[in-house]
């Protein structure tokens, strides 16, 4: 029997559509917004570390008891690089496949709210043993940055808080008093300064992260310490623009020229070899710090304290644990996340992240008080003596507004090619209509 | 004649006289023109951009091999004291040992895969004629300009409804149908190259088409294939989004998901980051080193003629 060319082609067109549809047909599986069941809380779950890598070591460790204190249940622990995990969630989310608890930020919270992959936690913490030992400005967090009233959508588990880290060795050959001020910060900076010698006193970042930290920088010399008058942020108002007119001034002055495009690891590597007197970051940085220069060498203090005589910072993502609205052994899911949010190992983890912690027991315990600098940062959030401006994180456009759209304009700011109150005002329109949107949309 | 019996012995004397366009200067010195242009250049006018050049290009590797065997907290700019820390920590306590191992299974089957598929697609190509080989030419270019990461949705509804999400398959998948166009192009290209009428005599001789090409195409396709191949395999041994997407299991990650492992949050081991370039490094170095000579052949070949 002879099969003509064209019959053999039809053929072979048919069997490739048929082949198409039915992988189409397939893909209709369970996304991120699909109803889990409570389960019989044995068996595996899923975690997903969000900043897999460096905490590596103590979720195996958390693990392990965990496993040891419930021998039905089986963790399966996945590190995620920070800096794509938001994209790893987003395509579970999309695509299914998402784990059955997972870190989460509340940088990214507010996202993962709206498409629906968390379920609110208000009532399990209201059973458990985390009821009212959870930090209260770490939930106030948690639960703005949900963008859903006072319902909360992850277990805060700790905290970050802004450092000024300072070279006291240099510091005390220029005779410089410590930068807990803003006039000693900026004397500090000039005074540092050898650009022939390749020292500089600050190192500005102006690549990843410069808007979160140029934002700090503002607020911090103004004084301001609400984001929000009404619906208008305050991020424009005239003392937030020539607060910023002044740090960005440092820029090649008393900062290298290459700083342009500084993410943290480039700021946190020239100040660890040497060549920097002063380095914003957070908390996270310390370890680096003692390693590279040792514990004589260096200070980290909360930011400075602004002429009104008050110490103004910006609020810091909390990290915490989400539990996946598609887990199908919840049960299982919320025992693991009670377990590593319990006071022994949350404590743990915070003091090898060298972070604050959300339990309020182990926020107590003398590692805390034994290095200065997670001390101060840990008063700063709790004494009340810093007032906090709380960042829009539960808007869902923060992270487009706070990162792509507007680190080249800073990185412009810096090279002169826009002024400060063109770059603020920028910004303040964006977020002021992203605000408008999602109240639209019956938030707040 | 004595052409004839010189072109017999494969001499000089068969072939017909060439005029020498040199000027006199140039015909004492005994070189052809564009030796001579060389050879009048001063050394320094080539050296000298060259070592330029070269210190650009090495100094960001002098730095990832510094901070790989200098001790944490050494500011020296010398790799001495040399230490292995990095290495032994990054390859033992950060699990490198299985992603170098993932890494190498996901390249060598990607290029298996590219090279094979490629090597059927581009025969096509380059010997038969049919309707829509133009268009079939034109798709497999504009397939080029989609990246990656638009496809990964579907790529991961699709892998995950065929059971191979947490399969190195599902990458080697996924990296060889990225890779298959440019290759398809590149490897039509020589074929095209090689005389049909060569594979019509191994015809005449009893020959089948694909013992044909067995035995007399694929022999010439040397340069071609290794220019493939050492595409493919490089291009998925760097390539981060799909084993980051595709892999959710840490046995199973390979090492550019490694290496941003070791980039946390607030904070970064360069040691232990530079010890893990390193590592990614050497297979990549080493393939251009021994395959080099090839990769400039094929490229030249397939890639200008096509």
Redesign the interface.
């Known amino acids: 029997m002879n099969i003509s060319k064209t019959q053999r082609g039809r053929a072979a067109a048919a069997v490739s559509l048929a082949a198409v549809l039915a ?1 189409t047909a ?2 209709c ?1 369970d996304d991120g917004s699909e109803t889990g069941t409570e389960g019989s809380g044995k068996g595996e779950i ?1 975690f ?1 570390d969000n ?7 103590i979720w195996t460790e958390i693990i392990k008891d965990f496993e040891k204190k419930y021998p039905d249940i089986k963790v ?9 995990v938001q ?2 969630y987003d ?2 989310i ?4 998402l ?1 059955d608890v997972g870190g989460v930020g509340t940088a990214y919270l507010a996202n993962m709210v709206s498409q629906e992959a968390l379920d609110p936690l208000n009532d399990r913490i209201k059973g458990s043993t985390l009821n009212g030992k959870l930090v209260g400005s770490m939930v106030d967090g948690v639960k703005a940055a949900g963008g859903r009233g006072d319902d909360m959508y992850s277990v805060p588990t700790s905290a ?1 808080n802004g450092v000024t880290w300072y070279r006291t060795d240099l510091f005390k050959t220029a005779g410089l008093e410590a930068p807990t001020t803003w006039a000693n910060f900026y004397k500090a900076a000039e005074k540092l300064t050898a650009s022939k010698d390749n020292k500089f006193g600050y190192t500005i970042r102006g690549g990843a992260g410069s808007i979160a930290q140029a934002i700090d920088a503002a607020y911090g010399q103004s004084g301001i310490t609400e984001f929000w008058n009404g619906d208008k942020t305050t991020l424009n108002d005239p003392k937030n623009v020539a607060a910023l007119e002044k740090y960005v001034a440092l820029y090649k002055k008393a900062t290298p020229a290459a700083d342009v495009n500084n993410d ?2 480039k700021m ?2 020239q100040f660890d ?2 060549t920097i007197g002063m380095l914003s ?5 310390y ?2 710090h003692l ?4 514990k004589e060498k260096f200070a980290g203090i909360p930011n400075p304290i602004g002429d009104g005589g008050t110490r103004v910072q910006v609020s810091n993502p909390v990290d915490g644990l989400g539990l996946f609205r598609s887990s199908k052994n919840k049960t299982a899911a919320w025992k693991f996340i009670e377990f590593a949010a319990s006071h022994k190992w949350n404590s743990k983890w915070n003091e090898s992240a060298g972070a604050i912690p959300a339990n309020t027991e182990a926020a107590k315990d003398p590692w805390i008080s034994a290095t200065e600098s997670t001390e101060l940062a840990a008063k700063a959030l709790t004494d009340g003596s810093t007032k906090i401006v709380q960042l829009p994180y539960y808007l869902p456009d923060w992270n487009n507004i706070s990162k792509a759209d507007n680190e080249p304009e800073f990185q412009k700011l810096l090279l002169g090619k826009v002024t400060a109150k063109d770059f603020l005002d920028k910004i303040a329109d964006e977020l002021n209509k992203a605000q408008k949107e999602w109240k639209e949309i019956g938030n707040g | 004649m004595t052409a004839a019996l010189a072109e017999k012995n494969g001499t000089d004397a068969a072939r017909p006289p060439v005029r020498d366009h040199r000027t006199p200067a140039a015909h004492r010195r005994g070189k052809p023109g564009r030796e001579r242009a060389f050879d009048d250049v001063p050394r320094w006018q080539i050296y000298v951009p060259l070592g330029i050049y070269l210190v650009f290009t090495l100094i960001p590797f002098y730095w990832m091999f510094l901070f790989a065997v200098r001790p ?2 050494s ?1 020296s700019l010398v790799p001495w004291p040399m230490t292995g820390e990095h290495f032994s920590k990054v390859w033992n ?2 699990s490198f040992a299985v992603f170098f191992q993932n890494s190498m299974i996901v390249g060598v089957c990607t290029l298996v895969c590219t090279t094979l598929v490629a090597l059927a697609g581009g025969y096509a190509l380059a010997r038969f004629n049919f309707r829509i080989k133009n268009g079939f030419m034109l798709a497999l270019l504009c397939s080029q300009f989609i990246p990656g990461a638009l496809m ?3 790529l ?3 892998f ?2 065929l059971q191979m ?1 947490n399969s190195l398959g599902s990458v080697v998948i996924a990296e060889t149908v990225f890779q298959l166009p440019l290759s398809i192009i590149l490897i039509s290209g020589f074929i095209k190259n090689v005389p049909v009428t060569l594979e019509e005599a191994a015809w005449v001789d009893g020959c089948s088409r694909f013992r044909a090409f067995c035995a007399v195409v694929l022999p010439l396709l040397r340069p071609g294939l290794i220019a493939v191949g050492s595409f493919a395999f490089v291009h998925s041994w760097n390539h981060f989004l799909f084993a ?2 595709f892999l ?3 046995d199973k990650q390979t090492i550019p ?1 490694g290496l ?11 040691g232990a980051l530079a010890a893990g370039g390193v590592i990614a490094a050497v297979p990549v170095v080493i393939v251009f080193a021994f395959i080099q000579k090839w990769l400039i052949t094929g490229f030249s070949a397939g890639a200008v003629k096509g």
């Open positions: 992988l397939t893909a599986g899923t997903w900043n897999g890598g460096p905490r590596t070591a399966k622990y996945v590190p995620i690089p920070i800096a794509d994209s790893k395509t579970a999309a695509g299914g496949g784990p970050n943290f690891t946190v590597a070899t040497g970051h957070n908390l996270g940085s370890q680096d390693k590279a220069l040792g | 944490a907290g500011t306590e950060r990964l949705v579907p991961f509804e699709i995950k409804n999400i980051l997407m959710s299991e840490q998901v941003n492992t070791l980039i946390g949050a607030d904070s970064v081991d360069l």
